[in-house]
């Protein structure tokens, strides 16, 4: 066994200015942020690795200073024999931390980015792509789903994705329950041949209104409907409302650990199950609870809104898992993340898996520089 020693963390922290927000039911983003995490150890090998920064506001800045001063103590020095040793040493050890602040989910996050990285330094020392390294039957491409559009802008952006390839597309709903599903019901009556369409409410109703939701839409043959209430509500309440439901349920970005991925999966309430490679997990919660999913007859599809890093590892963990799931792209501008893709992102509504080692690329493009934020180093 080879193993791995940390010497060196680097971490930045990135913000775009955009001239639309994004909207979710929420609440809206008014900017872009990243961040993203390097990791090197004592021989010069290295790994690059996302952690989740869209909420709240300041969240960006948060996570590379929480890594940096409260977690990096913990990381360097460490011995790893495999990619997924840190993902379960520092889950271990910055329980008590988390408790303490009860900032479970940004500690959640740190560690989620800092796992990708070790599986792209361990599948870069390998000569292997991180999907090759995960597994060697790894599929070379995985099927895409515009995602980010907001119901109110449809009309107009469905069709522009249409036209570069995307065969299903996602809507975020959650905002005006007649205005919604009038523009819904009109987007669906012009779906063409073999087009899904997908709903997200981002967690937008109580139980009452996501079940007359799915009784005013039962004619609209719906793809998924994407946390209609709260991730936290009672699984009796979930319960009741995919027995009510013919539209398919989906969740999982606000779902966190193994106990609860797995009690999710085996509720049966949900036909997509969507972890998030930056907000938990990282690559060996993801691939463990993806394989898990497909396992159970579910549909593992990953959830994704972020940069580039994630973008990528998140097609990588689905080309080694296999199933039947899509890979989640916004479609709403986003340097942060185009820039990795000199040749676009998608190509026919596909993401390719690149044969490079790793991840497959070595540094981050220059072009990023200029929304740096903050910038910290230690090792």
């Known amino acids: 066994m080879t193993h791995s020693t940390i010497a060196r963390i680097d971490v930045s922290a990135y ?10 039911s929420f609440g809206a983003m008014t900017n872009r942020p990243a961040v993203f995490v390097r990791l090197s150890d004592t021989d010069g090998a290295f790994g690059w690795g996302e952690i989740f920064a869209n909420w709240p506001a300041a969240g960006a800045e948060h996570r590379a200073r929480l890594l940096m001063e409260d977690i990096a103590d913990l990381v360097i020095g460490f011995r790893a024999g495999t ?11 910055t329980h008590i931390r988390a408790l303490q602040c009860g900032e479970w989910g940004p500690f959640a996050q740190v560690i989620a980015g800092l796992d990708t990285a070790m599986h792209d330094l361990f599948a870069r020392r390998a000569g292997l792509s991180l999907a ?6 790894a599929a070379n491409s995985v099927p895409a789903y515009a995602s980010g559009i907001h119901i109110g802008a449809a ?14 597309k996602k809507v975020k709903i959650g905002f005006d329950a007649v205005t919604d599903l009038a523009q819904l019901t009109s987007l669906c009556a012009d779906r063409r041949d073999g087009e ?3 709903t997200d ?3 937008a109703w109580d139980l009452g209104q996501a079940l007359n939701f799915v009784d005013a839409a039962r004619e609209l043959d719906l793809g998924w409907l994407e946390e209609p209430i709260r991730a936290d509500m009672p699984a009796g309440q979930w319960a009741e409302l995919a027995s009510a439901s013919s539209i398919p ?6 779902i966190t650990g193994f106990d609860q991925f797995d009690a999710a999966i085996g509720s049966g309430h949900f036909g997509f199950i969507q972890p998030d490679v930056a907000k938990w ?19 593992y599809c990953p959830h994704f809104l972020g940069g580039g890093i994630g973008l990528i590892a998140s097609g990588h963990i689905l080309a080694a898992t296999g199933g039947d799931g899509l890979l989640e792209v916004d479609i709403n501008a986003n340097p942060l993340r185009d820039a990795f893709f000199d040749e676009g992102m998608c190509k026919n509504g596909s993401f390719a898996i690149t044969d490079a080692p790793g991840l497959g690329f070595d540094a981050l493009p220059e072009s990023l520089a200029r929304y740096r934020t903050l910038e910290l180093s230690r090792g």
Do not use: K, W
């Not at 090759?132 to 039957?137: F, K, S, T």
């Open 83 to 93: 990619a997924s040793e840190l993902f379960f040493h520092l889950t271990a050890r």
């Open 132 to 137: 090759r390294h995960l597994d060697a039957g």
């Open 201 to 203: 409410a981002n967690q």
């Open 155 to 168: 009309g107009a952006v469905v069709p522009q994705v249409r036209d570069q390839g995307y065969q299903a």
């Open 249 to 254: 349920l989906a969740a999982g970005e606000n």
């Open 281 to 299: 997990g990282g690559v060996t919660g993801c691939h463990r609870i993806g394989r898990a999913i497909v396992a159970g007859g579910r549909t």
């Open 15 to 24: 913000r775009v200015p955009i001239d639309t927000p994004v909207m979710t």
């Open 196 to 198: 899904r369409i997908f």
